[in-house]
């Protein structure tokens, strides 16, 4: 059985022929419901000898902690590689100094975002029935059917419009923040400001700060253009903002004005976040009418498909490919490629599917198979309770 998407018939026919009148990222968020999602990634660099320089101009004393905003009062303009950044704002930008130098005065170190967006100790195998399990559930379900009879008529336009199915939008706005209900309350200013100067010593560190600092350059840039305070931005702990968990750069990107009210805002307008999903998955490859993945079985003597597994997100091989490398596949559509992928269950079996290039689609919005097919699945479980 593949995890097929209808098109949505519940609605008059008229609708799914609409056209958009306007133009996410997501994600953008770096885990499932928690951070930006895919995100283009920075060109710049960060050099050995400004970690060092951060770690020397950072204040020695104890930092006061803010309760309201979980942060610590420093000052951040008193960091040379925070300085150094202010200079490009000014000189690429056109901002002003001051400006600068008065927001970051009142930026506040975020210690929360450093532990949340640690690693995950690798102590015990992956899951993928408890990941499933936290997102597939009845509040999400319910949740989920609620959105769908609100926004339909949004919802059948985004489809006609960029191809993505109904099922598909519903199911990342659920797995993202429960349709609208947790969009994240930390200040992104404070979030995307820690991570861009002080990432966690991790092998990626140095090119996780440029791209904290990519989009900590569009923080300034989105609050500019939009004519809002950038302190009132508020979203994930690695900053990622509004009903769809866009970071800065993807809003910049890739958010449209669904709702054709002249300006773009995933924070307060679903509909906006409804487009803005449909767009992003269109860009990212998704292909019109096609599945998300079937489920496969391998053999357990004739394990070249072992090879096949984390070959990137990129549906590669084609059937005969696959059946050659040990791999027992149903009936598929013809001229398709095909990856597989494992999905872990603890110390039980693991699942083998074979994705297609929309459930790699999927995984630019989030860089995880688990997340990739619980997108799926929520959608597949709102649609069947919504018909029920």
Known sequence: MSITLPRLTSLPSALLLCTLCALPPALHAETAGQAGKTQPKSTKTAKGKDKKAD?????????KVAPEDQGEFVN???????????DEMVERNGFNRADLNTLFAQTRYLDTAIQLIKPAPSTKPKNWAAYRARF???????????????????????????GVPVEIIVGIIGVETVYGRNTGSFRVMDAITTLAFDYPNTPTREARMAFFRGELENTLLLARDAGIDPLSLRGSYA??????QFMPGSIREYAVDFDGDGKIDLRNSPVDAIGSVAHYLSVHGWQRGEPVAFPATVSADNRQWEGMLNQGLEAKYTQDQLQAAGVSTPALPAGMRFGLVDLQIG???????????NFYAITHY????????????LGRAVAAARNR
């Open 366 to 377: 989030n860089r995880s198979y688990f997340y990739a097919m619980s997108v799926a699945e």
């Open 347 to 357: 110390t039980n079996p693991t699942e083998y599917w074979l994705a297609t290039n």
């Open 136 to 162: 597939i559930d009845p509040v999400r379900i319910n949740a989920g059917v609620e959105f769908w009879n609100t926004y339909g008529v949004a919802l059948a336009r985004a489809e006609a419009q960029y």
């Open 239 to 244: 900053g990622a903002i509004g009903w769809a």
């Open 76 to 86: 951040f303009n008193e960091w040379k590689e925070v300085a150094r950044f202010i």
């Open 55 to 63: 770690k020397k101009a950072k204040p020695q004393a104890k930092k």
